[in-house]
């Protein structure tokens, strides 16, 4: 057989750009396929087959040879299906929390998909609408067809990238935080890698761990992986430099993927907020800083990604911090939702341990120039260690 067929339901709102980025939303293959070369470039980097000394050259090749280049096509065509239009909604922010303080917040939901909801003033260049996206239980299909005599292993390879984005990633925008998670089921037999939905949190762990080691041999020939005694380059799949965690508010999982999201989101939004001790430290320690100059501060809530935004009330200063090279960094931590056999749903968190910034690089205030000291790597994990740590259930994968 030169194909393999998966059936695919959407779980959280994807959010995957057409022709025009923010409406008209189209399940597109080229946005499947570069997720894939994502995972599968996470799972390569894990392998025997990555040379400690040649680590970008071997990469490369490898990830070429299944996904192509812009002069060598794919081996494997990614192909999309499905019986009709996928159903469309429109992104609205909810009704802002209330706080004793008399404070407003943002839903748990909103925190996730903040940058989905209209921003600027209607009429304006800067002007965005809310933006469209893909609505849950949505179904299509997915079919990889080989384009190369070496068919089988072509097919098992993107097989294993496809595992890979169903059970740990998600597609199109915000896939790091929750959306464009979807459940994929496959049709087709994929040499003992098994595309099935768990029951329990128990269960997923087992099946989470068996089958990202099932896609290490897949790949590489063998389930043994590398010892990394430093923070690697690019994200990688493997001990000691990545962790999965399953995460819910209880034993049984959220009701919805719409209480999954507000769940989560809360629990993020509440511990980078200025209320918590680590969002008034970097709050504080801004304003301090921005204000009375000396010696600039930690901030520590730059583990979850950059840049970030320091507005103070009542006319104080505001800047943003960003990287001294480029203007963002994305947070080293995937998150995405499962639904379980039992029609509940947790969370699957995965940690990369990659190098925050390039060696030497420091951070920066965006308009004064000023210059910050980049939390070291362990302490960006750390920070992130600890908010794992606040859910009510929280259940390590082992790699």
């Given at each position: 057989?030169?194909?393999?067929?998966?059936?695919?339901?959407?779980?959280?709102?994807?959010?995957?750009?057409?022709?025009?980025?923010?409406?008209?939303?189209?399940?597109?293959?080229?946005?499947?396929?570069?997720?894939?070369?994502?995972?599968?470039?996470?799972?390569?980097?894990?392998?025997?087959?990555?040379?400690?000394?040649?680590a970008g050259e071997d990469?490369?090749?490898?990830?070429?040879?299944?996904?192509?280049?812009?002069?060598?096509?794919?081996?494997?065509?990614?192909?999309?299906?499905?019986?009709?239009?996928?159903?469309?909604?429109?992104?609205?922010?909810?009704?802002?929390?209330?706080?004793?303080?008399?404070?407003?917040?943002?839903?748990?939901?909103?925190?996730?998909?903040?940058?989905?909801?209209?921003?600027?003033?209607?009429?304006?260049?800067?002007?965005?609408p809310d933006r469209e996206?893909?609505?849950?239980?949505?179904?299509?299909?997915?079919?990889?067809?080989?384009?190369?005599?070496?068919?089988?292993?072509?097919?098992?390879?993107?097989?294993?990238?496809?595992?890979?984005?169903?059970?740990?990633?998600?597609?199109?925008?915000?896939?790091?935080?929750?959306?464009?998670?979807?459940?994929?089921?496959?049709?087709?037999?994929?040499?003992?890698?098994?595309?099935?939905?768990?029951?329990?949190?128990?269960?997923?762990?087992?099946?989470?761990?068996?089958?990202?080691?099932?896609?290490?041999?897949?790949?590489?020939?063998?389930?043994?992986?590398?010892?990394?005694?430093?923070?690697?380059?690019?994200?990688?799949?493997?001990?000691?430099?990545?962790?999965?965690?399953?995460?819910?508010?209880?034993?049984?999982?959220?009701?919805?993927?719409?209480?999954?999201?507000?769940?989560?989101?809360?629990?993020?939004r509440d511990y980078r907020?200025?209320?918590?001790?680590?969002?008034?430290?970097?709050?504080?320690?801004?304003?301090?800083?921005?204000?009375?100059?000396?010696?600039?501060?930690?901030?520590?809530?730059?583990?979850?990604?950059?840049?970030?935004?320091?507005?103070?009330?009542?006319?104080?200063?505001?800047?943003?911090?960003?990287?001294?090279?480029?203007?963002?960094?994305?947070?080293?931590?995937?998150?995405?939702?499962?639904?379980?056999?039992?029609?509940?749903?947790?969370?699957?968190?995965?940690?990369?341990?990659?190098?925050?910034?390039?060696?030497?690089?420091?951070?920066?205030?965006?308009?004064?120039?000023?210059?910050?000291?980049?939390?070291?790597?362990?302490?960006?994990?750390?920070?992130?260690?600890?908010?794992?740590?606040?859910?009510?259930?929280?259940?390590?994968?082992?790699?």
């Open positions: 057989m030169n194909y393999l067929d998966f059936e695919c339901e959407v779980l959280t709102p994807l959010f995957l750009g057409g022709a025009e980025t923010r409406v008209h939303p189209e399940l597109r293959a080229p946005s499947i396929r570069g997720a894939m070369r994502y995972w599968f470039r996470a799972i390569l980097g894990g392998s025997t087959l990555v040379a400690a000394g040649n990469l490369r090749r490898l990830e070429n040879n299944i996904f192509g280049t812009t002069e060598k096509g794919s081996a494997v065509a990614v192909l999309v299906h499905s019986d009709q239009p996928p159903r469309v909604k429109t992104f609205h922010k909810d009704r802002a929390i209330r706080t004793p303080e008399g404070d407003f917040l943002p839903t748990g939901k909103d925190y996730l998909l903040w940058s989905m909801a209209a921003s600027g003033r209607p009429g304006t260049p800067r002007y965005q996206y893909i609505e849950p239980d949505v179904r299509f299909n997915i079919r990889l067809q080989s384009r190369t005599t070496q068919g089988d292993d072509t097919l098992v390879k993107a097989a294993v990238a496809l595992w890979l984005l169903a059970n740990l990633g998600g597609l199109g925008s915000r896939a790091n935080r929750g959306a464009g998670s979807l459940e994929v089921k496959s049709t087709d037999p994929v040499s003992g890698l098994a595309f099935k939905p768990s029951r329990s949190i128990d269960e997923l762990c087992t099946y989470l761990s068996s089958g990202i080691r099932r896609c290490l041999s897949l790949v590489s020939g063998i389930e043994t992986w590398p010892k990394f005694t430093e923070p690697s380059e690019y994200d990688i799949l493997a001990p000691s430099v990545a962790e999965v965690w399953v995460v819910s508010g209880s034993p049984d999982g959220w009701r919805t993927p719409w209480e999954a999201l507000e769940g989560i989101g809360a629990k993020l907020s200025h209320r918590s001790p680590l969002g008034r430290a970097d709050h504080d320690g801004v304003l301090a800083w921005i204000e009375g100059g000396g010696s600039p501060p930690q901030i520590q809530r730059a583990a979850f990604g950059l840049p970030i935004p320091f507005r103070y009330s009542e006319g104080g200063p505001s800047d943003v911090i960003i990287p001294e090279q480029g203007d963002r960094r994305a947070s080293p931590l995937r998150i995405r939702i499962t639904r379980l056999t039992t029609g509940r749903y947790v969370g699957v968190l995965t940690l990369f341990k990659s190098r925050f910034l390039e060696a030497g690089k420091q951070l920066q205030l965006q308009t004064r120039k000023w210059k910050v000291p980049s939390p070291t790597n362990y302490a960006v994990y750390a920070v992130i260690q600890e908010f794992i740590r606040t859910f009510e259930v929280k259940q390590e994968v082992t790699l």
